[in-house]
């Protein structure tokens, strides 16, 4: 079912209204002021991990053109900017002291967005770990995640004052079974049991990390998870226990430890084939669950599964990969994703519900499409406004039943490097040229800045 009303909605007084990006996809300078490797440079530069093995060497060159890219900023009348840290530009061992002219291109970056009247919203981890670290064992081992608190808590040290709002982690089922399961995503390992320790070991850092922000002082912390509904195809027996079993892995296996303290006892069984619960020490589970100010969640689309059979290679459903993923036939993005907007409804009703109240952002949400660039150098992307329109509309719709929705941050602001996918697609609302590095407002960025300003639609 969509829901074509097109009548005003407006926003409540605040409400936050930002884009987010992520250091990788965006800075480029990877060898620039000391930074060292992360994981993505190392899969990068691995032949045929990416698409055409293109890499994030220079993506959208951020780290040099930053402040033609807060001018766009304030012209899209964002109020809020989502951005995350590269930790081997801070940390460049990933422990020990950290570099200062890494430190300092991220002081110049909150500084030029207060200028411009824009809160930074900083994020500690959108999946760059150094690659030291991982060499030393990765997300698996149980001291990245006390590296991790400790690097937050030198970093707030030195920005926590001109940025109150942080966010540890990005998407840590990406982390976790991209990255050690399936091993699409850097560091590309496939070894199940590894991405479930993984999964636990970023819970626990998140967890330590808000601790140590919390001795600091910090006015708000939380976390960022991608949450799906997950429907099964038919209601047999079969294919129900399809759709549980992956709500488990992909919503419940994150929102269980961190908002109720446990985990969900369904899904450990489930993965008891894989792995057991050695991993777990004994309280864990209490500094996983530290009270959080907010919840970021970033929504894309919908799982419709059912029962069937285990296709070839790595899977990231570790435990159940003989569920099999079905098409409905609705449009898709770029990216194949079905284009859902009740889901957005649903996960935000559901996640208030049944694990709040608590404040909630939307901490990304947007679409790829097939952009052109007119000859006037022009991109009329009706398609993304479409989408991002009955998006905001399915939010105001949580919103006005009482979901403490508080912002809404558009995925994303440039075009850049879409992980495995390299450059060829594009989610930005601003275009990038990658040869030339020309930024052209695309008309859903237009659309968009009017939103910013009317908080209404
Ligand atoms: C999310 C990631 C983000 C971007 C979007 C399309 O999973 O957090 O970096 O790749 O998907």
Redesign the pocket.
Known sequence: MTHDDLSPVSFPEGFAWGTAT?SY?IEGAVTADGRSPSVWDTFAHTPGKVHLDQTGDMADDHYHRYPEDLSLLADLGVTHYRFSLAWPRIQPEGHGPLNGAGVDFYSRLIDGLLEHGIKPWVTLY?WDLPQSLEDAGGWPVRDTAERFAEYAALIHQRLGDRAPDWTTL??PW?AAFLGYASGIHAPGRTEGAAAVRAAHHLMLGHGLAVNALRDQGVSTAGVTV?LYPVDPVTDSDADRDAARRIDGLMNRFFLDPLLRGSYPADVIEDLSDVTGTDHILDGDLETISTPLDFLGI?Y?SRHVVRAGTAGPGPSHWVGSEDVEFVKRGVPVTEMGWEIDPDGLYETLKRVYTEYGPLPLYVT?NGAAFDDRVTEEGHVHDEDRRAYLDSHFRAAHRALSEGVDLRGYFV?TLLDNF??SHGYSKR?GLVHVDFETQRRIVKDSGRWFSEITRANAL
Do not use: G
Request: hydrophobic share 30%; with cysteine; aromatic share 28%.
């Open positions: 992520a996809q959108h990005n998407e990406c991608n970033n894309y990304e995925w879409e992980w989610f």
